[in-house]
């Protein structure tokens, strides 16, 4: 047994022997890099992750998309707008009919009174709270503005601004951002309860939340419930992908843990509600619950209760699969579970729970919508913006664009497109008919209303902005403008010659034709223009001077060269429809030239005013030759091309236009103003192919329509000083008197009437001699 014993401690002895030579034979380097090395690797790789953590959290955060904002609606006593309309007016901008008024952005209705609750906004002058007031309608007016504490009577109220669009980043994600103490304490209730009850425990990771997830899915036989803290989940939605493997659940717990070990449970909690996806509205992505407030029930964060914030924290889950809108009992269920896990933690009373479960969703109903309302006007915007803004800051910094857009005026523009359209094509048994339009402000040049086709929600070519066609008719104002500026030559009853004429132009034989195929010889001036001779026009234009007649169109505002062509004289020039309304703009300006815009100001995410684009006004054409041109523009409308509008609109409206056709009936054209609005209409096709349209059958009825849903004031002439009335006898173009029988009365810039006196003065003084002084 002693020699046994003996024999196997040799052996332990022996073996022990062994494995020391044995590891005294593998190289120290092979330890190290077997050891060491995986232990750098980690250490490094965690460094790295550190330092994309605090990059990434202590940087920009989030691109925040830039929103756009149409002109708001500013109501005044004597505002034309009936009880309907405003009621229009606040249903746009999504105000929920609450009778107690229990949040901003609700009103209530009797009859012709409205109490209204409107939402604070900051303009480009001053921040503006929220008001209570009480607006009465009388006789399709607005009567009065009160406020409803104290009747204090409010002069002019500026209504919040209707959201028209945004530009998103490339992701197109989309947020309101919130601090924590604007959260409601039930959401932050509602969410610890549901997704991370031991949040301000753990220290990014929760074994114990792992395992009480585990238990609950095992006891209701299905996923009920996740393990993931809300670190880890901001995590996995702030920096990795949704992809489901061990290598990113591995950096999801990894970067959770740097990320409570540098920043404070209330950091990681804000940014979490901040970035939370809550849904999805075409190519907009819902983030946050700030949005998500907005988004699915039309109020801000802190108006919610708590049937509406456990409805929020209820799409924390699953957002597409608990989609109000389209599956609303799976939304209802998912809500009470909420309420129910509340009501667990004794967070909230059962008789609370219980009243809450009872409530209606309550969500606000959304059509599905385009990133943009209205495509057209929104590519004008950024096109303006470009100038001072580069593409990232229109899609990260959350600047806020107040533009000159007119909803309502948008509206009645795309209404009467569509209509005119369908109509024409009806009627006339012809298709692909196209249509742009825009329309402005008369005093300002504020673009209010811009289409770009027949489909305006279609974001592709903007033929407002984009096609040039050739403009016809409408450059005459130019031409007789030129003429009237030198009133020693010209006035509004000048004899001009309308007889056919043939001559080179652009080396080829030019012989143009008048529109009905007739030569009228001798007529006035304003005759010349009423009817739209092409004739006696060209020969106008060639007497003032071609060279003059394109100086007056650069000083309408046509930037673009023109060639000195004598055909340019009958519209042998190609412009885009916002170029035609910059020069016609002018004339509606009495001479003053404005530079069309469509943005008033850019705020930034903080609130503070970045630019504003003020009014330029200059003085380009002389204001009495501009007056002049106007009442032949008036008389176009009663007595000649455009006197089918006021089978539309009231006769004392006085609106003043032109129309404008092209070869072929290729182009249909028409610009004009009543006393608020300039507009210009284009109807085509993009094939350049005939329409069989003129200006008055075509452009003319849409602009009539939108003119008799959106004009409010008639056009009213100031005349300058320089200006005369006089007495002038239809027949003989001279001088008369009230008392002739043919006799009207025209504008003259002083000292250009004519001189001598018409046969019918005398005989009108015979005829008021005194009874008995033949006897005499």
Same mark, same amino acid.
């Given at each position: 047994?002693?020699?046994?014993?003996?024999?196997? &401690?040799?052996?332990?002895? $022996?073996?022990?022997?062994?494995?020391?030579?044995?590891?005294?034979?593998?190289?120290?380097?092979?330890?190290?890099?077997?050891?060491?090395?995986?232990?750098?690797?980690?250490?490094?790789?965690?460094?790295?992750?550190?330092?994309?953590?605090?990059?990434?959290?202590?940087?920009?955060?989030?691109?925040?998309?830039?929103?756009?904002?149409?002109?708001?609606?500013?109501?005044?006593?004597?505002?034309?707008?009936?009880?309907?309309?405003?009621?229009?007016?606040?249903?746009?901008?999504?105000?929920?009919?609450?009778?107690?008024?229990?949040?901003?952005?609700?009103?209530?209705?009797?009859?012709?009174?409205?109490?209204?609750?409107?939402?604070?906004?900051?303009?480009?002058?001053?921040?503006?709270?929220?008001?209570?007031?009480?607006?009465?309608?009388?006789?399709?007016?607005?009567?009065?503005?009160?406020?409803?504490?104290?009747?204090?009577?409010?002069?002019?109220?500026?209504?919040?601004?209707?959201?028209?669009?945004?530009?998103?980043?490339?992701?197109?994600?989309?947020?309101?951002?919130?601090?924590?103490?604007?959260?409601?304490?039930?959401?932050?209730?509602? $969410?610890?309860?549901?997704?991370?009850?031991?949040?301000?425990?753990?220290?990014?990771?929760?074994?114990?939340?792992?395992?009480?997830?585990?238990?609950?899915?095992?006891?209701?036989?299905?996923?009920?419930?996740?393990?993931?803290?809300?670190?880890?989940?901001?995590?996995?939605?702030?920096? @990795? &992908?949704?992809?489901?493997?061990?290598?990113?659940?591995?950096?999801?717990?990894?970067?959770?843990?740097?990320?409570?070990?540098?920043? &404070?449970?209330?950091?990681?909690? *804000?940014?979490?509600?901040?970035?939370?996806?809550?849904?999805?509205?075409?190519?907009?992505?819902?983030?946050?619950?700030?949005?998500?407030?907005?988004?699915?029930?039309?109020? &801000?964060?802190?108006?919610?209760?708590?049937?509406?914030?456990? @409805?929020?924290?209820?799409?924390?889950?699953?957002?597409?699969?608990?989609?109000?809108?389209?599956?609303?009992?799976?939304?209802?269920?998912?809500?009470?579970?909420?309420?129910?896990?509340?009501?667990?933690?004794?967070?909230?009373?059962? +008789?609370?729970?219980?009243?809450?479960?009872?409530?209606?969703?309550?969500?606000?109903?959304?059509?599905?919508?385009?990133? #943009?309302?209205?495509?057209?006007?929104?590519?004008?915007?950024?096109?303006?913006?470009? *100038?001072?803004?580069?593409?990232?800051?229109?899609?990260?910094?959350?600047?806020?664009?107040? #533009?000159?857009?007119?909803?309502?005026?948008?509206?009645?523009?795309?209404?009467?497109?569509?209509?005119? =359209?369908?109509?024409?094509?009806?009627?006339?048994?012809?298709?692909? =008919?196209?249509?742009?339009?825009?329309?402005?402000?008369? /005093?300002?040049?504020?673009?209010?209303?811009?289409?770009?086709?027949?489909?305006?929600?279609?974001?592709?070519?903007?033929?407002?902005?984009?096609?040039?066609?050739?403009?016809?008719?409408?450059?005459?104002?130019?031409?007789?403008?030129?003429?009237?500026?030198?009133?020693?030559?010209?006035?509004?009853?000048?004899?001009?010659?309308?007889?056919?004429?043939?001559?080179?132009?652009?080396?080829?034989?030019?012989?143009?034709?008048?529109?009905?195929?007739? /030569?009228?010889?001798?007529?006035? =001036?304003?005759?010349?223009?009423?009817?739209?001779?092409?004739?006696?026009?060209?020969?106008?234009?060639?007497?003032? %001077?071609?060279?003059?007649?394109?100086?007056?169109?650069?000083?309408?505002?046509?930037?673009?060269?023109?060639?000195?062509?004598?055909?340019?004289?009958?519209?042998? =020039?190609?412009?885009?429809?916002?170029?035609?309304?910059?020069?016609?703009?002018?004339?509606?300006?009495?001479?003053?030239? #404005?530079?069309?815009?469509?943005?008033?100001?850019?705020?930034?995410?903080?609130?503070?005013? $970045?630019?504003?684009?003020?009014?330029?006004?200059?003085?380009?054409?002389?204001? +009495?030759?501009?007056?002049?041109?106007?009442?032949?523009?008036?008389?176009?409308?009663?007595? %000649? #091309?455009?006197?089918?509008?006021?089978?539309?609109?009231?006769?004392?409206?006085?609106?003043?236009?032109?129309?404008?056709?092209?070869?072929?009936?290729?182009?249909?054209?028409?610009?004009?103003?009543?006393?608020?609005? $300039?507009?210009?209409?284009?109807?085509?096709?993009?094939?350049?192919?005939?329409?069989?349209?003129?200006?008055?059958?075509?452009?003319?009825?849409?602009?009539?329509?939108?003119?008799?849903? +959106?004009?409010?004031?008639?056009?009213?002439?100031?005349?300058?000083e320089s200006i005369e009335w006089v007495w002038i006898d239809r027949k003989s173009g001279l001088r008369a008197d009230e008392g002739c029988k043919n006799a009207v009365e025209y504008p003259f810039i002083s000292g250009s009437a004519p001189d001598a006196v018409a046969p019918c003065v005398n005989m009108s003084k015979e005829e008021s001699k005194p009874w008995y002084e033949d006897w005499f």
């Open positions: 047994m002693k020699r046994k014993t003996r024999n196997n &401690s040799g052996k332990r002895v $022996l073996k022990r022997d062994i494995r020391s030579r044995y590891w005294r034979g593998v190289p120290k380097l092979l330890i190290f890099l077997v050891l060491v090395i995986p232990l750098l690797i980690l250490l490094l790789y965690v460094g790295y992750l550190d330092s994309t953590v605090k990059r990434l959290f202590e940087g920009k955060r989030w691109a925040i998309p830039a929103h756009v904002y149409a002109s708001p609606v500013e109501l005044y006593a004597g505002l034309p707008l009936t009880p309907a309309g405003f009621e229009s007016v606040v249903q746009r901008l999504r105000y929920r009919r609450d009778p107690s008024l229990s949040t901003e952005g609700t009103y209530d209705r009797s009859g012709r009174q409205f109490r209204v609750k409107t939402r604070s906004f900051r303009f480009w002058d001053q921040a503006q709270p929220g008001h209570g007031i009480m607006v009465q309608f009388s006789n399709g007016a607005v009567q009065s503005i009160r406020e409803l504490n104290g009747g204090r009577n409010i002069a002019i109220l500026r209504m919040d601004p209707a959201q028209i669009g945004s530009f998103y980043p490339a992701h197109n994600e989309d947020r309101v951002l919130v601090k924590l103490d604007q959260v409601p304490k039930t959401l932050i209730q509602a $969410l610890l309860a549901t997704e991370d009850r031991d949040f301000y425990a753990h220290h990014g990771i929760s074994l114990k939340a792992i395992a009480r997830a585990v238990f609950a899915n095992i006891r209701a036989g299905s996923v009920v419930q996740g393990g993931s803290t809300i670190t880890q989940q901001l995590a996995k939605n702030f920096y @990795l &992908s949704s992809d489901r493997e061990w290598g990113r659940k591995v950096n999801e717990a990894l970067i959770a843990i740097i990320l409570e070990t540098r920043y &404070s449970k209330d950091e990681i909690l *804000e940014t979490y509600l901040n970035e939370i996806f809550l849904g999805q509205e075409g190519r907009r992505a819902i983030h946050g619950f700030g949005l998500a407030s907005r988004y699915y029930f039309d109020r &801000s964060l802190g108006d919610l209760e708590l049937h509406q914030t456990a @409805l929020l924290v209820g799409l924390v889950k699953g957002a597409s699969y608990y989609d109000p809108r389209r599956q609303p009992e799976r939304a209802r269920q998912r809500r009470n579970l909420v309420i129910d896990g509340m009501v667990a933690l004794e967070l909230i009373t059962p +008789a609370q729970a219980e009243s809450a479960k009872q409530k209606p969703l309550e969500v606000s109903y959304r059509g599905r919508r385009a990133t #943009t309302q209205y495509p057209a006007f929104m590519d004008l915007v950024r096109r303006q913006l470009k *100038e001072q803004y580069r593409d990232e800051d229109l899609t990260s910094e959350g600047l806020q664009i107040l #533009t000159t857009l007119e909803v309502p005026v948008q509206e009645a523009l795309e209404y009467n497109a569509a209509r005119t =359209l369908r109509d024409l094509e009806k009627s006339n048994r012809t298709s692909q =008919l196209q249509i742009a339009g825009v329309v402005t402000s008369r /005093e300002g040049g504020d673009i209010v209303a811009l289409l770009g086709g027949r489909d305006p929600r279609f974001a592709g070519l903007n033929r407002a902005l984009d096609i040039q066609r050739l403009i016809g008719s409408l450059v005459k104002p130019a031409v007789y403008l030129t003429a009237l500026e030198d009133s020693r030559r010209y006035n509004v009853v000048t004899e001009l010659d309308d007889s056919g004429i043939r001559m080179q132009s652009g080396g080829k034989l030019w012989a143009p034709r008048n529109f009905d195929k007739r /030569e009228h010889g001798p007529v006035s =001036l304003h005759q010349a223009l009423t009817n739209s001779y092409n004739l006696a026009t060209i020969r106008l234009g060639l007497d003032v %001077g071609i060279g003059r007649v394109v100086k007056t169109l650069h000083n309408l505002g046509i930037e673009r060269d023109v060639a000195k062509y004598p055909s340019i004289l009958l519209g042998a =020039l190609e412009l885009s429809p916002l170029e035609v309304t910059q020069m016609y703009q002018t004339l509606a300006g009495d001479g003053f030239k #404005t530079p069309l815009r469509a943005i008033r100001s850019v705020i930034a995410s903080d609130g503070t005013p $970045l630019q504003r684009y003020p009014l330029t006004v200059t003085q380009t054409v002389d204001p +009495a030759a501009v007056f002049l041109t106007n009442v032949l523009l008036q008389n176009v409308m009663r007595e %000649g #091309t455009g006197r089918s509008v006021y089978s539309m609109i009231p006769r004392h409206y006085n609106v003043a236009g032109k129309t404008g056709t092209t070869n072929d009936l290729r182009d249909s054209w028409f610009a004009g103003f009543s006393g608020d609005y $300039l507009g210009v209409v284009w109807i085509g096709r993009d094939d350049n192919k005939p329409t069989g349209l003129t200006g008055s059958s075509g452009a003319l009825r849409v602009w009539s329509r939108l003119m008799r849903d +959106a004009s409010k004031q008639p056009v009213d002439l100031i005349p300058p």
